[in-house]
Structure formats: structure tokens, C-alpha cells
T-cell receptor
Framework: GQNIDQPTEMTATEGAIVQINCTYQ??????LFWYQQHAGEAPTFLSY????GLEEKGRFSSFLSRSKGYSYLLLKELQMKDSASYLC?????????????FGRGTQLTVWP | DGGITQSPKYLFRKEGQNVTLSCEQN?????MYWYRQDPGQGLRLIYY???????QKGDIAEGYSVSREKKESFPLTVTSAQKNPTAFYLC????????????FGPGTRLTVL
């Protein structure tokens, strides 16, 4: 099976920086997604990493190390609206038409 | 605008009744997926379909059924055999391209009384 692990909860204050980690053990690897999900809403796409390294997109950055089976999502200049669940999802090698395997999500609470 | 629609947003049913959740997409995507989400849990795959008239079981298919008669539509039936059907149900689609991104509908919250 596929094993994807991320912390259950994190808290931070407005304006701070937070790093959400994700480790995975899958049958090969084709790519890793980060999604943001506000309570009761659909997940929205944040990033997609295929190669090692850091990809920056505004206040959000995502890092991948394939050799370590490790990724993190970095959120800078936190805002109250960043309070949400952050989902890590992996596409194993040979996955049928983009089937994703999701972690349990990290619930981030941003305090004023 | 292109997207995925799910209706209704909230659905209530009595125990023992079958209920069908709708999912429609106008993105011209071949692949469609149904996920279930419980509090504090990630998304768990129920069924997925790569093409019209074809679908495969995901990790938690027991008590559910689907059909894929049209490319745009992938309805999910929650049967009375599903022991704990109360959950948030999400439908998604994927164009099968290099991005592999899945696009999600707004979800249906099903409560079985």
C-alpha cells in the first residue's frame, strides 16, 4: 500500500512562517501535490512537484526530495484566511490515469 | 465557465434508503473520481472511471455503486449496505495530461438519520 504521513495539527500567528511536512512511502513516484481545503469546501490546488527542489509561488513554496520521500509546504506572511487543512497527495509510478493517494491532512490554525 | 458541479450541497436521508449523488463536469475530462472525507481524515477513494462505460473500485467501494454512461456524468449511489454513510463526498476529474491535477466539485454533505 501507499503510506503518506503529515502532522495532524499546527498553529501559528499572523505574519509568521510555517512549514508543513509530508513524508511518503509509495510504490515508485510520479509527482506530489499540495491542496488547500477550507472547512466544508472543495480542495483547491496549490502546487505540484515532480523534480527535486523548491518551487515558489507567491507566499507559498513547496519543496521535494525524492530520495528522502519528503516534501514540505512553506507558508510565509501568514494571514487569517490561511487557516485551513493542507492535504499532501502522491501519484505513484504507474498510477492509473492520475489516481492520487492522500495523506490525512494538516489542520493549520492561524491566530491574530 | 468550465467546472464540476455536485448537487445538492446538503442531503438528508433515512437509514436503509439508497441515495444518489450527482456529479457533472463540462471540462471534457476523461477521468472522474469519487472520494469520501470524514472529520480529521484525508480523502479516501471510492470509485474512479477512466472512460465512458468503464469504472474501477477504489479503496472503500463496499456499499457504493457508480455508473458512467456519459462522459460528463458520474453519479454515485450510496446503498443501504453502506454501514456508515454519513460523510462529505467529493467528486473530481482529471484530463489525463502531464499536470495530473485533479479538479474538485464543491462536495455534498450526506447525513443519514
Amino acid at each position: 500500500g501507499q503510506n503518506i504521513d503529515q502532522p495532524t495539527e499546527m498553529t501559528a500567528t499572523e505574519g509568521a512562517i510555517v512549514q508543513i511536512n509530508c513524508t511518503y512511502q509509495t510504490s515508485g513516484f510520479n509527482g506530489l501535490f499540495w491542496y488547500q481545503q477550507h472547512a466544508g469546501e472543495a480542495p483547491t490546488f496549490l502546487s505540484y512537484n515532480v523534480l527535486d527542489g523548491l518551487e515558489e509561488k507567491g507566499r507559498f513554496s513547496s519543496f521535494l526530495s525524492r530520495s528522502k520521500g519528503y516534501s514540505y509546504l512553506l507558508l510565509k506572511e501568514l494571514q487569517m484566511k490561511d487557516s485551513a487543512s493542507y492535504l499532501c497527495a502522491v501519484i505513484p509510478r504507474g498510477s492509473t490515469l492520475g489516481r492520487l493517494y492522500f495523506g490525512r491532512g494538516t489542520q493549520l490554525t492561524v491566530w491574530p | 465557465d468550465g467546472g464540476i458541479t455536485q448537487s445538492p450541497k446538503y442531503l438528508f436521508r433515512k437509514e436503509g434508503q439508497n441515495v444518489t449523488l450527482s456529479c457533472e463536469q463540462n471540462l471534457n475530462h476523461d477521468a472522474m473520481y469519487w472520494y469520501r472525507q470524514d472529520p480529521g481524515q484525508g480523502l479516501r477513494l471510492i470509485y474512479y472511471s477512466q472512460i465512458v462505460n468503464d469504472f474501477q473500485k477504489g479503496d472503500i467501494a463496499e456499499g457504493y455503486s457508480v455508473s458512467r454512461e456519459k462522459k460528463e456524468s458520474f453519479p454515485l449511489t450510496v446503498t443501504s449496505a453502506q454501514k456508515n454513510p454519513t460523510a462529505f463526498y467529493l467528486c473530481a476529474s482529471n484530463d489525463g495530461g502531464a499536470s495530473n491535477e485533479q479538479f474538485f466539485g464543491p462536495g455534498t454533505r450526506l447525513t443519514v438519520l
